[in-house]
């Protein structure tokens, strides 16, 4: 069918939008999209399509979409052109360089930038020529415990094993809501149905949560526990299971320190730890044997385990746990996936942290980033090492980082902003010059981070699907250009020519041609087998993807450790588990406060896809969810007004009553907020909501990794 301005057909391609990457089967023109379905021969999601998909199409066609740069000035962004736009961008870093040295500009990279494979190749690139420490993204309010754990134990940030969920018989689920988020660190579209499957073939789903989440639901055990004492539960399970397991079965000569273990959590048996996280100690034991003893079983733990103060300790502790019941690297267990294209060098990166430090409270790096709660700090502070221009990428840290609304003062007084995003959002409302990208649709795209998680090793290109209009810059294409104009010149020498042969060179480098090259040189590519191996161009022509089988048994192979050995108790954990035991003090404070956690909603995208009205129906979603005990001690009702308060701040939202929490355990859900001045989104009216971050703490972190400490913060709530 031909109209007026096209031909109508048929895209297959990802969902970019989270870490399920469903496939989708896209009708369209080149500028108007009639139908998103999900694609029921996706090898990996099979059929499966969030609500969030169905959206995409609203993204492109959002009137409040950003389409060509933009200048704050006294009266509002107004539209200027991209040469306009890069020649004042290059001004005024150089100038802030010039002034106050490199390390004067910090770059913070938000959650979508790992979404969009052209950024990924590109965004790092315009960081080194930068030549700041000062780097930041959104890994350090979310998993970078478990890169810390997958660093020091297994050599490398990103060898991070996932649940093989698909043949396991026992799933142990900690501060996870997989039915909602459709796995994190665990790329598995459909989360519903693989858990039920679970079960169907005989195996067990335990959830452990403060909340009866909709995953919970489904379970065949729900655990209640403290908010912020899963390192303890974890501890506990491990003393059980050493004490019922013949590690001599389930541990082979891969795997050292193993003597360590035992000392390590002789003191935390079940009833001692009881008495803190709230779980019965015949439950703890009762869950460490069905564990030990199942035919096969997981331990999986994410964002309520990762943000929290302990986070580090949990991530360990569910490796070693996983490593000494003998499912690690073991089909229905623990394993490495093996992507088309290795985002894993083959060399090790040990060592790398803590080679530079923050200006203000001396938190460390790791593995090149510093913790994004000492940012506004750093921003606000006088002095040599202030940070003074700040540019973003598809990023809102006021909304996703604590204490949002220090970040938002700290933004007012930089010297420069610049942020690479497609909307005025409570961040970049404060930059100097926005650089709108393609959307979505508009771009292709191959997941290059998340295949690494997949549960099963598929790979599929995604080509894009609308025309962009003309004019229009891609992500990588800004990125090339930044970089040129923070390279052609050193500082006060003028400019600097290069020759022709690296301007031809990079002219040529595009994701694709990069992308083409991974593919290649990865394990199922045209390097290894040139007649059948994998070429982008074959793997164009396979529009529904290529499925590359179950995870299979990687080690030692995937370990980057100098000696090639699992590290089942680093110095680093051991010490810390030691002082946070000796530092144990009442269990539950007696103030009449509330411990914190943050939820997520199956239509909700993080801070964003807010403004889309098909995503944004039905009641308010932003409200404060309590125990019907506790509202009965407060006198409060289904709607009422309350605030809510912490060292940080104040915030005011409904309360909604609900048994699924415990007693003395507060929810609100995070990325809203979207009521500050400048944001003038259309769906912000009706759904603005308030930040949960707003009464987060910056100063409340883990201290062996630095991530933002969420989960479990003490609040106090008051009837308006």
Same mark, same amino acid.
């Given at each position: 069918?031909?109209?007026?301005?096209?031909t109508?057909?048929?895209?297959f391609?990802?969902?970019?939008?989270? +870490?399920?990457?469903?496939?989708?089967?896209?009708d369209?023109?080149?500028?108007?999209?009639f139908?998103?379905?999900g694609?029921?021969?996706?090898?990996?999601?099979?059929?499966?399509?969030?609500?969030?998909?169905?959206?995409?199409?609203?993204?492109?066609a959002?009137?409040?979409r950003?389409?060509?740069p933009?200048?704050?000035? $006294?009266?509002?962004?107004v539209?200027?052109?991209?040469?306009?736009?890069?020649d004042r961008?290059?001004?005024?870093?150089?100038?802030?360089?010039?002034?106050?040295?490199?390390?004067?500009v910090?770059?913070?990279?938000?959650?979508?930038?790992?979404?969009?494979?052209g950024a990924?190749?590109?965004?790092?690139?315009?960081?080194?020529?930068?030549?700041?420490?000062?780097?930041?993204?959104?890994?350090?309010?979310?998993?970078?415990?478990?890169?810390?754990?997958?660093? #020091?134990?297994?050599?490398?940030?990103?060898?991070?094993?996932?649940?093989?969920?698909?043949?396991?018989?026992?799933?142990?689920?900690?501060g996870?809501?997989?039915?909602?988020?459709?796995?994190?660190?665990?790329?598995?579209?459909?989360?519903?149905?693989?858990?039920?499957?679970?079960?169907?073939?005989?195996?067990?789903?335990?959830?452990?949560?403060?909340?009866?989440?909709?995953?919970?639901?489904?379970?065949?055990?729900?655990?209640?526990?403290?908010?912020?004492?899963?390192a303890?539960?974890?501890?506990?399970?491990?003393?059980?299971?050493?004490?019922?397991?013949?590690?001599?079965?389930?541990?082979?000569?891969?795997?050292?320190?193993?003597s360590?273990?035992?000392?390590?959590?002789?003191?935390?048996?079940p009833?001692?730890?009881?008495t #803190?996280?709230?779980?019965?100690?015949?439950?703890?034991?009762?869950?460490?044997?069905?564990?030990?003893?199942?035919?096969?079983?997981?331990?999986?733990?994410?964002m309520?385990v990762?943000?929290?103060?302990?986070g580090?300790?949990?991530?360990?502790?569910?490796?070693?746990?996983?490593?000494?019941?003998?499912?690690?690297?073991?089909?229905?267990?623990?394993?490495?996936?093996?992507?088309?294209?290795?985002?894993?060098?083959?060399?090790?990166?040990?060592?790398?942290?803590?080679?530079?430090?923050?200006?203000?409270?001396?938190?460390? +790096?790791? +593995?090149?980033?510093?913790?994004?709660?000492?940012?506004?700090? $750093?921003m606000?502070?006088?002095?040599?090492?202030?940070?003074?221009?700040?540019?973003t990428?598809?990023?809102?840290?006021?909304?996703?980082?604590?204490?949002?609304?220090?970040?938002d003062?700290?933004?007012?007084?930089?010297?420069?902003?610049?942020?690479?995003?497609?909307?005025?959002n409570?961040t970049?409302?404060?930059?100097?010059?926005?650089?709108?990208?393609?959307?979505?649709?508009?771009?292709d795209?191959?997941?290059?981070?998340?295949?690494?998680?997949?549960?099963?090793?598929?790979?599929?290109?995604?080509?894009?699907?609308?025309?962009?209009?003309a004019?229009?810059?891609?992500?990588?294409?800004?990125?090339?250009?930044?970089?040129?104009?923070?390279?052609?010149?050193?500082?006060?020498?003028?400019?600097?020519?290069?020759?022709?042969?690296?301007?031809?060179a990079?002219?040529?480098?595009?994701?694709?041609?990069?992308?083409?090259?991974?593919l290649?040189?990865?394990?199922?590519?045209?390097?290894?087998?040139?007649?059948?191996?994998?070429?982008?161009?074959?793997?164009?022509?396979?529009? #529904?993807?290529?499925d590359?089988?179950?995870?299979?048994?990687?080690?030692?192979?995937?370990?980057r450790?100098?000696?090639?050995?699992?590290?089942?108790?680093?110095?680093?954990?051991?010490?810390?588990?030691?002082?946070?035991?000796?530092?144990?003090t009442?269990?539950?404070?007696?103030?009449?406060?509330?411990?914190?956690?943050?939820r997520?909603?199956?239509?909700?995208?993080?801070?964003?896809?807010?403004?889309?009205?098909?995503?944004m129906?039905?009641?308010?979603?932003?409200?404060?969810?309590?125990?019907?005990?506790?509202?009965?001690?407060?006198?409060?009702?289904?709607?009422?007004?309350?605030?809510?308060?912490?060292?940080?701040?104040?915030?005011?939202?409904?309360?909604?009553?609900?048994?699924?929490?415990?007693?003395?355990?507060?929810?609100?859900?995070?990325?809203?907020?979207?009521?500050?001045?400048g944001?003038?989104?259309k769906?912000?009216?009706?759904?603005?909501?308030?930040?949960?971050?707003?009464?987060?703490?910056?100063?409340?972190?883990?201290?062996?990794?630095?991530?933002?400490?969420?989960s479990?913060?003490?609040?106090?709530?008051?009837?308006?």
């Amino acid at each position: 069918m031909t109209l007026k301005n096209g031909t109508r057909r048929t895209t297959f391609r990802s969902c970019n939008l989270c +870490e399920a990457i469903c496939g989708l089967t896209i009708d369209h023109d080149d500028t108007t999209v009639f139908s998103i379905r999900g694609d029921p021969d996706d090898p990996l999601s099979q059929g499966y399509l969030c609500p969030k998909a169905v959206a995409l199409q609203d993204l492109y066609a959002d009137p409040d979409r950003l389409r060509t740069p933009v200048l704050r000035t $006294d009266s509002g962004f107004v539209p200027i052109s991209w040469d306009d736009a890069f020649d004042r961008i290059e001004r005024e870093l150089w100038k802030v360089r010039d002034t106050h040295g490199n390390d004067a500009v910090a770059v913070y990279l938000g959650n979508p930038t790992v979404h969009n494979y052209g950024a990924m190749l590109f965004a790092p690139k315009l960081i080194k020529a930068l030549r700041t420490k000062n780097r930041f993204s959104a890994t350090s309010v979310d998993q970078l415990p478990h890169h810390f754990a997958a660093h #020091h134990m297994f050599g490398h940030g990103l060898c991070i094993p996932v649940p093989d969920i698909d043949r396991t018989h026992f799933m142990l689920i900690l501060g996870a809501n997989p039915v909602v988020s459709n796995g994190s660190l665990m790329t598995a579209p459909g989360v519903k149905r693989r858990l039920q499957a679970i079960q169907q073939r005989g195996g067990q789903v335990v959830v452990v949560d403060p909340k009866r989440t909709q995953t919970a639901a489904l379970a065949d055990e729900h655990i209640a526990i403290r908010p912020g004492t899963d390192a303890l539960f974890l501890a506990s399970l491990l003393h059980v299971v050493l004490e019922v397991v013949d590690l001599s079965q389930t541990l082979g000569p891969l795997f050292k320190n193993v003597s360590m273990l035992k000392s390590c959590v002789s003191a935390l048996t079940p009833e001692f730890t009881a008495t #803190h996280t709230g779980v019965p100690a015949e439950t703890t034991r009762q869950t460490a044997v069905a564990l030990a003893e199942a035919t096969s079983a997981v331990v999986y733990g994410r964002m309520g385990v990762s943000t929290q103060a302990n986070g580090g300790l949990c991530h360990w502790l569910i490796n070693v746990l996983n490593s000494v019941t003998g499912n690690l690297d073991r089909p229905g267990g623990h394993m490495f996936p093996a992507p088309a294209v290795s985002v894993v060098s083959q060399r090790g990166t040990l060592g790398k942290s803590g080679r530079w430090h923050s200006a203000v409270r001396q938190l460390p +790096e790791f +593995e090149g980033e510093l913790p994004v709660s000492a940012l506004a700090e $750093d921003m606000l502070t006088t002095g040599p090492k202030q940070i003074r221009a700040f540019i973003t990428n598809a990023g809102n840290p006021v909304l996703s980082t604590p204490n949002g609304r220090q970040l938002d003062r700290a933004l007012e007084g930089l010297d420069f902003f610049v942020a690479i995003d497609i909307y005025v959002n409570e961040t970049t409302r404060h930059a100097n010059i926005i650089l709108p990208p393609t959307a979505g649709l508009e771009t292709d795209h191959y997941d290059l981070v998340f295949n690494t998680f997949a549960v099963r090793n598929v790979a599929k290109y995604s080509p894009a699907a609308l025309k962009p209009a003309a004019g229009a810059r891609h992500d990588y294409q800004i990125f090339k250009e930044l970089t040129r104009r923070m390279t052609r010149r050193a500082s006060g020498i003028g400019p600097r020519l290069k020759g022709s042969v690296r301007r031809a060179a990079e002219a040529w480098t595009t994701p694709q041609r990069l992308l083409n090259i991974g593919l290649m040189q990865g394990p199922y590519g045209a390097s290894k087998k040139p007649k059948s191996g994998l070429t982008l161009r074959r793997l164009k022509r396979a529009v #529904h993807g290529v499925d590359l089988g179950p995870l299979t048994p990687r080690l030692p192979g995937a370990l980057r450790t100098r000696d090639h050995k699992v590290d089942l108790a680093p110095d680093i954990f051991v010490q810390h588990l030691a002082a946070v035991v000796s530092a144990l003090t009442e269990p539950v404070p007696s103030d009449g406060t509330f411990a914190l956690i943050g939820r997520r909603d199956l239509r909700d995208n993080n801070s964003w896809m807010h403004n889309t009205t098909r995503l944004m129906r039905g009641k308010t979603r932003c409200t404060l969810q309590m125990n019907p005990v506790d509202a009965e001690r407060l006198a409060l009702e289904n709607g009422d007004d309350v605030s809510v308060r912490s060292r940080v701040g104040t915030i005011e939202l409904p309360v909604e009553v609900s048994d699924a929490l415990m007693p003395g355990v507060v929810s609100i859900p995070h990325g809203y907020g979207h009521n500050r001045r400048g944001v003038t989104l259309k769906v912000a009216s009706q759904h603005a909501g308030v930040s949960i971050n707003d009464v987060q703490d910056e100063q409340i972190v883990d201290p062996l990794t630095g991530n933002a400490a969420f989960s479990g913060q003490r609040v106090t709530v008051s009837r308006l």
